[in-house]
């Protein structure tokens, strides 16, 4: 299920020129956010990609919340692009976990790719599934990044962000 943070400040809407003609305030339309039935979709399609059982909330967020919940659960104080918290104790058979996308840095890293918002999105949450799922790429040897890769080209999306890290470390 896809949550809308409502601190998250709205994208405003197209503005009336004529009766015919609309001009549209975000200069690109490729870093508008996607719809919920969309990320829906795609969250199910992937989950079962990655074959996570359980219910999946995504929260979309701001910047600021990310940081606040770096801090509060990693002790990183900065804002990241996104976390997964996986569910632990009873219940945890029917609820896989919570993710967390900061939209203002998905919006930043989707320029920097030359993509979608809504590809970013995409491959923060197929990210963020990876880590429900069990997987931790500082500490697999490249299984997760490997993994990552392969469900990447199934689901029809760039890039992802181990590679990112990757290429960074080693230019």
Known sequence: MILLDPDL??????????????????????????STRTLNRFLAEAQ????????VTVLLT??????????QFRGKNKATDVLSFPAAGIGAEEIAGDLAVSVPTAQKQAVEQNHSLSTEIKVLILHGLLHLAGHDHESDNGKMARRERL???????PQG???RAAKVKNP
């Open 9 to 34: 400040e709205p994208l405003p809407a197209p503005k009336a020129t004529s009766a015919k003609r609309t001009v549209d305030p975000v200069p690109n339309k490729n870093l508008r956010l996607p």
């Open 48 to 55: 079962k990609t990655v074959r996570l059982k359980g219910q």
């Open 62 to 71: 701001t910047d600021e919340y990310l940081r606040k919940l770096n801090r």
């Open 151 to 157: 469900l990447r080209a199934r689901l029809n999306l």
């Open 161 to 163: 962000l181990i590679e």
